[in-house]
């Protein structure tokens, strides 16, 4: 019965509804950035593994053991053992099962962590990653990420968030490299989509009063502040620095020649520094100080 009627995706830390098993360490308390590491002792089941929100990847710990699959066909039979990964794709059922107990780390990487890693390598929007279910999969470099992730969790030490952080884009290039099969969105290639732009131009309009900073715009995009920087010039034709300051005074003009605020309160709602700053960028744009440009708009 388990795993029927799955209208939603599943978290990682609900998958013990469906698998039953003894949990030897979990990551949940450590608010983890779009990865969760968690371990499980299991005996031998056969199950249905719901559609997942993450996707997962198991890796092997204990002894040799027969792990099966299906999910729109024939089982697959392989055999498992250290130094072997299964991969489950997110948002799609499937139905496991092994002969004798297994110890297992599994290592959950959200959509949005592996698309961020995704554009950050190309430097181009994407628009779905796919991974195909594999049951038996070789891999050196995998388990030995998912243990240094098991240790610091376990263990910790100085540094040890910013540690977290180069593992889990270590383990992200490594997947992309060998189990993916990457869909660009074409239209994008060199600066943003339609909902990107959207994005950055709404979060610049309700937040012209604080210090936007680039690192901020870039996170919206998951994208590094470095490639958000071409990508911005490329796609509106102008700085970020520029077109925010250019926001900025657009307000100002507005709220100068609409409103009768006090010239301090406009510079502060409009993200300047003070009065005298926005003094000199009204008079840089129209040749004239701001209560003189309001005296000219009534």
């Known amino acids: 019965m388990r795993g029927e009627g799955i209208k939603t995706l599943v978290e990682p830390d609900k998958i013990q509804h469906w698998i039953p098993g003894k949990i030897t360490f979990d990551s949940c308390r450590q608010a983890w950035d779009g990865m969760s590491l968690r371990g499980y002792q299991y005996d031998d089941l056969d199950v249905v593994i719901p559609a997942m929100r993450d996707y997962m990847f198991v890796v092997y710990k204990g002894k040799r053991s027969k792990m099966s699959r299906r999910r729109d066909g024939p089982w697959e039979n392989h055999q498992v053992e250290p130094g072997v990964v299964s991969i489950l794709t997110r948002a799609q059922q499937s139905q496991w099962k092994w002969d004798s ?3 297992v780390s599994h290592l959950y990487l959200s959509q949005d962590t592996l698309a961020s890693v995704a554009t950050e390598v190309f430097d181009r929007d ?3 990653i796919e991974l195909t279910d594999c ?10 990420l998912v243990s240094e992730l098991e240790r610091e969790l376990i263990t910790g030490g100085i540094g040890a968030p910013l540690y977290i952080d180069a593992l889990k884009n270590q383990a992200c290039v490594h997947i992309l490299r060998r189990y993916s099969n990457i869909v660009f969105n074409d239209a994008s290639s060199g600066g943003f989509s339609v909902h990107q732009r959207h994005l950055i131009k709404d979060f610049i309009e309700t937040h012209l009063e604080t210090n936007i900073t680039i690192a901020e715009l870039a996170e919206l995009v998951h994208i590094s502040s470095f490639h958000f920087s071409r990508k911005f010039s490329h796609g ?3 700085p970020p620095h520029v ?9 100002a003009l507005k709220l100068l020649s609409k409103t009768t605020l006090p010239i301090k309160q406009i510079s502060c709602q ?3 520094s003070d009065q005298s700053h926005l003094t000199r960028v009204i008079r840089r744009v129209t040749g ?9 708009k009534h």
């Open 236 to 238: 509106f034709g102008c």
């Open 126 to 128: 994407i628009a779905t």
């Open 135 to 144: 049951v038996r999969a070789e891999d050196s470099v995998l388990p030995t």
């Open 270 to 272: 409009c993200g300047f």
């Open 288 to 296: 004239k100080t701001p209560a003189t440009f309001r005296r000219t």
């Open 101 to 103: 107990p297994i110890d």
């Open 243 to 251: 077109y925010v300051m250019k926001k900025r005074v657009e307000r």
